[in-house]
Structures are given as C-alpha cells and as structure tokens.
C-alpha cells in the first residue's frame, strides 16, 4: 500500500534553518498534489504549503517568504526548506499527498505519520 515517510525533525535555534523530507512510495499511480501541514498541542492543523505536480506552490502567510516547498517528481519526494524559523514554527510537521493508487479509480489523500520540528533557543 502507499506509504508516506517523512524525516528531518529536529531541534533548532530562532532564526535558525531545518530542511524536511518526506518520501511517497508503494502502488502509486501518479501524485497530484503533495502539501505540509503542522500542528501544534492545543490547536488544529493548519496548512503550510501546497505543490502540484506542474510546480505551482501556495504557502500560508504566516511562512510566506522563508519557507521553500519543492518536490522531485522522479522520485515521488517533497521538500520543506525552513529557514528563519521562529518558536510559533514548533509544531509536529505532517506530509501530505492527493494521489492516485493503482488500487483506486479517484485520487485520494495520504499522510505521512509527522515529524516533530522544536524551535528553542
């Protein structure tokens, strides 16, 4: 089955830079669209940014400007660069993909099991 694998949580200083991975692997068909989401305790999931498979980003404002989203579409692999981070950043990290399985007709969402990202000095 799809399988989504994320990594490069970390902790990290303010002002300091994290780089996230996260790996889309199994019966896949083509992926549509890979995102970021986070969450932090006590508050709801929150999108951070959106790739299409034509490399057409949407970022959230609150990372405007200091976030990177990319993917490398022969390996079925998103990147989020995070640079300038700030402590309200801290929050798990989750992969997200809108893809189509072999298995399935429609296109439908995975997700990756998070990976913790700490901003603290």
């Known amino acids: 089955q799809v399988q989504l694998v994320e990594s490069g949580g970390d902790l990290v200083q303010p002002g300091g830079s994290l780089g996230l991975s996260c790996a889309a692997s199994?019966?896949?068909?083509?992926?549509?669209?890979m995102g970021w989401f986070r969450q932090a305790p006590g508050k709801q999931r929150e999108l951070v940014a959106t790739?299409?498979?034509?490399?057409?980003?949407n970022y959230a404002d609150s990372v405007m400007g200091r976030f990177t989203i990319s993917r490398d579409n022969a390996n079925n692999t998103l990147y989020l660069q995070m640079n300038s981070l700030k402590p309200e950043d801290a929050a798990v990290y989750y992969c997200?993909?809108?893809?189509?399985?072999?298995?399935?007709?429609?296109?439908?969402?995975?997700w990756g099991q998070g990976t913790q990202v700490t901003v603290s000095s």
């Open positions: 997200n993909a809108r893809l189509r399985a072999f298995k399935y007709a429609a296109a439908r969402d995975y």
């Open positions: 199994g019966s896949i068909f083509s992926i549509i669209t």
């Open positions: 790739i299409t498979s034509s490399g057409a980003t």
